[in-house]
């Protein structure tokens, strides 16, 4: 992996999603379900589900990362599962932030596709290692990516407000 980093902000996450939508809706898939892989997947789903016209968003949590290069041996799905009748006969799209090894994007598809009539995958960055190949991609990168909901650390409480700095807008 690359020691620069890709650097994305909120303005150019509203066009990467627009765009990524565009390509979507150009191929002629229309999903019936957006399905979030949480925590990154969840700003991606929901640009999608507004951009494409889909009211019908799930989420699956699902936990790999550790930190910044850090991962569990296996990512874990995370209770509660989605409910295998809200798949059955659906065309699904699943959305997620980045493709980093695909571990995560592969448990997600396979556990949709054996319910599902369809499942497709879309991400903002996909990387040369993933295992899995998206449908739908914005950027492809072997960088480390900034991406600006998860840049900042956690806020806690301190009784003054925080304001981002510029580069994280």
């Given at each position: 992996m690359s020691e620069e980093r890709e650097n994305l902000t909120y303005t150019l996450f509203g066009q990467a999603a627009?765009?990524?939508?565009?390509?979507?809706?150009?191929?002629?898939?229309?999903?019936?379900?957006?399905?979030?892989i949480a925590r990154g997947g969840l700003f991606v789903a929901g640009a999608l589900g507004y951009a494409l016209g889909v009211k019908n968003l799930h989420v699956m949590n699902v936990e790999f990362y550790e930190g910044v290069g850090r991962t569990l041996k296996a990512p874990v799905m995370l209770p509660?599962?989605?409910?295998?009748?809200?798949?059955?006969?659906?065309?699904?799209?699943?959305?997620?932030?980045?493709a980093d090894t695909g571990k995560t994007l592969k448990l997600v598809h396979d556990f949709c596709a054996e319910q599902a009539a369809e499942v497709r995958s879309?991400?903002?960055?996909?990387?040369?290692?993933s295992l899995v190949k998206c449908e739908y991609v914005w950027r492809r990168t072997d960088r480390w990516i900034n991406f600006p909901w998860s840049v900042l650390?956690?806020?806690?409480?301190?009784?003054?407000?925080v304001t981002p700095s510029k580069d994280a807008l």
């Open positions: 627009r765009e990524l939508a565009q390509t979507i809706a150009d191929d002629g898939y229309e999903p019936d379900i957006v399905l979030a509660p599962l989605p409910n295998a009748v809200d798949f059955s006969t659906k065309r699904i799209l699943v959305a997620d932030d980045v879309a991400v903002i960055y996909e990387k040369p290692s650390p956690p806020v806690r409480r301190s009784g003054k407000p």
